[in-house]
Nanobody
Framework: QVQLVESGGGLVQAGGSLRLSCAASVSFFRISTMDWYRQPPGKERELVETITRDGSTNNADSVKGRFTISRDNAQKTVDLQMNSLKPEDTAVYYC?????????????WGKGTQVTVSS
């Protein structure tokens, strides 16, 4: 059974930092490409960061230089380090498996973790 559980969200002042973690109970994690998404209030879900099976990363322009994605294959976790947070980073953050060995995955989403940045 595929399960993704996000944690680490909370309330932080602008300029602060948070570290989110995603525990992925999935098969073939080592060959999976993993994403972090976010959904701001009243807006659509958007892709924030991606990490491939070999550790290559890609991120949205809005978080460049501030957010960093990482993975631990032994623990089956994907983390998102968020620094220099801004009020516009306020959103529910979700992790999701993009693909397994290059094949798209349409598996379930987790419940997400709320991040609120106050000005």
């Amino acid at each position: 059974q595929v399960q993704l559980v996000e944690s680490g969200g909370g309330l932080v002042q602008a300029g602060g930092s948070l570290r989110l973690s995603c525990a992925a109970s999935v098969s073939f994690f080592r060959i999976s490409t993993m994403d972090w998404y976010r959904q701001p209030p009243g807006k659509e879900r958007e892709l924030v960061e991606t990490i491939t099976r070999d550790g290559s990363t890609n991120n949205a322009d809005s978080v460049k230089g501030r957010f960093t994605i990482s993975r631990d294959n032994a623990q089956k976790t994907v983390d998102l380090q968020m620094n220099s947070l801004k009020p516009e980073d306020t959103a529910v953050y979700y992790c999701h498996r993009k693909s397994i060995g290059g094949l798209p995955d349409v598996g379930p989403w987790g419940k997400g973790t709320q991040v609120t940045v106050s000005s």
